[in-house]
């Protein structure tokens, strides 16, 4: 299989799939399709946007059997694009069992010429009983093993292989790596449905984390019943590349309206806040009262869940994609939370963000300080080797650009020696070298946040570890770091003598004090 990856951006990518039918390209929603009774037309999905899509090989074997066979699944359902065939799984978590084996179902996935190949696996669910949930793991993963020993050869099928566990991280943590270790072309990640449905995207997000952990990042993976909003973001965030759901049709039965940040219920809207066609064309009150009401609304969430990709995809191209997150987070406290953990586990999201990026860096809350280029920056300036100077002067740094490149210090370095070093005092970063100053992200990025007084002396308190400075000469203006310059005198302790001025007098100072022609 081919997988290329674009652009990243935490674990986000904009990548292709390559499948017998043409490309996927990632982060996909792949809208669930009922292969016997289905209310929205393939044509208007396809319209929309949608070029793959999610059916049920259990479901098409027991309705149309051998005439799926004759014809393939695409004539079936009358698609052309990118099929891709759920096992039954969802079956056994709803009936307790199906009556065909792992072979079975993988000789009629074939058989039909899906695309994309679920194996069938017995999901966890959100069960709380462990030695059930690890039975289900065994069960898949024995279904898995017995699924790629029957295939011997996959062909062009693309086939993708069930992480099972449920809550439990280590029931998914060895799920993951037993299923990395058979040849699988993508995986899935199983059992979250219950979960989205109640708002747990803490859970969510700790069983995403540890299914990422244990398989290769150039394995695409795929989140089921991942059809919300909010989800779609915090999965792609996390390295979730496809999705599928029938949330749009499933709402709409139950008139509930997708919006941007979560869902509404229909009759509670005065107006319909959306510019797709369907809401183009009506009035609540219209809609409402229209017969086809569970069709078109059923459309206008399909629309709802494409705009959400687009704007996911935009963000991973701008950069953006924390920040996008960090925006959806506020809609729910649920959310917050989980990322919140995300930023916890920054760490994680360190390889798939870009080194320099377009845009500058936003910093609006207190989350925002373990973003990765964070973590990376502290990482660097921990190795940073500085030379040996007997004075360290700290400036306030310029609003507008880097100190390095401000007035005042050009006139400073006109007339200074070498046995000075200087630093910048850049709020949320901390005191900086001078010299790597004008460096990204350092010399792109607005911060709103109060300077963390505690964070800028610990890490200074690093670099002064290492260098004995004899004086330390500090120069500011804003009151806000009145703060930082009293914790600093604390180091006076180790023999530093500090001396505090007005940033206005730093010519004036430092030619009497420094003895500077």
Request: charged share 30%; aromatic share 10%.
């Amino acid at each position: 299989m081919c997988f290329e990856v674009l652009e990243s951006d935490l674990l986000g990518r904009i990548g292709r799939i390559e499948t017998k039918r043409g490309y996927i390209e990632t982060p996909m929603l792949l809208p669930v399709i009922h292969p016997v009774k289905q209310e929205v037309s393939l044509e208007e999905i396809r319209k929309i946007g949608f070029y793959a899509i999610i059916t049920n090989a259990y479901i098409t074997m027991k309705h149309y059997s051998n005439l799926a066979i004759e014809k393939g699944i695409h004539e079936i359902l009358g698609f052309d694009g990118v099929v891709m065939t759920d096992s039954g799984g969802y079956q056994i978590l709803t009936y307790g069992k199906i009556d065909f084996s792992p072979e079975q179902i993988a000789e009629y996935e074939k058989a039909i010429k899906t695309d994309i190949a679920v194996i069938l696996d017995t999901p966890t669910g959100s069960t709380k009983d462990k030695e059930r949930a690890r039975e289900t793991v065994t069960k898949t993963l024995e279904a898995a093993k017995r699924t790629m020993n029957y295939l011997k050869e996959k062909g062009k099928i693309l086939w993708c292989g069930t992480i099972q566990g449920g809550r439990f991280l280590d029931l998914i943590e060895y799920s993951a790596k037993e299923l990395v270790k058979m040849d699988f072309d993508l995986l899935a990640l199983g059992s979250p449905t219950e979960f989205m449905e109640s708002y747990n995207f803490e859970i969510l997000s700790k069983m995403i984390i540890t299914a990422k952990r244990n398989i290769p990042l150039d394995k695409p993976l795929h989140l089921f019943g991942a059809g919300h909003t909010l989800t779609i973001p915090l999965g792609v965030a996390l390295g979730c590349d496809i999705f599928d759901s029938a949330s749009y049709i499933l709402f709409a039965k139950n008139l509930r309206y997708i919006d941007s940040y979560g869902t509404y219920r229909l009759e509670e809207l005065s107006n319909l806040p959306c510019n797709c066609p369907i809401c183009s064309n009506h009035t609540q009150r219209e809609l409402l009262e229209d017969e086809e009401r569970v069709k078109k609304l059923a459309l206008h969430n399909l629309y709802a869940l494409m705009e959400e990709i687009k704007r996911v995809k935009q963000s991973i191209k701008e950069g953006r994609l924390w920040d996008y997150l960090s925006l959806k987070a506020n809609a729910h406290p649920n959310l917050k939370r989980a990322f919140s953990l995300i930023a916890q586990n920054s760490e994680l999201l360190e390889d798939g963000t870009p080194l320099f990026k377009p845009r500058a860096l936003f910093f609006k809350d207190y989350d925002d300080l373990r973003r990765p280029e964070i973590i990376r920056f502290e990482k660097r300036i921990g190795d940073l080797r500085l030379p040996d100077k007997e004075i360290g002067i700290i400036i306030e740094s310029p609003k507008d650009s880097p100190l390095l490149l401000s007035k005042v210090f050009k006139n400073i370095m006109k007339e200074l020696k070498n046995k000075i070093q200087f630093f910048s005092l850049l709020n949320p970063w901390g005191i900086i070298p001078v010299e790597i100053s004008d460096l990204y992200p350092l010399s792109q990025y607005l911060c709103s946040l109060k300077l963390d007084v505690n964070f800028v002396v610990r890490e200074f308190s690093k670099i002064l570890s290492k260098r004995k400075y004899k004086r330390l000469l500090i120069f500011y203006c804003s009151e806000e770091l009145e703060g930082f310059v009293k914790e600093l005198e604390n180091l006076k302790a180790r023999g530093i003598k500090i001396k505090n001025y007005n940033k206005r007098e730093i010519l004036k100072v430092l030619k009497e004090h420094l003895s500077i022609k």
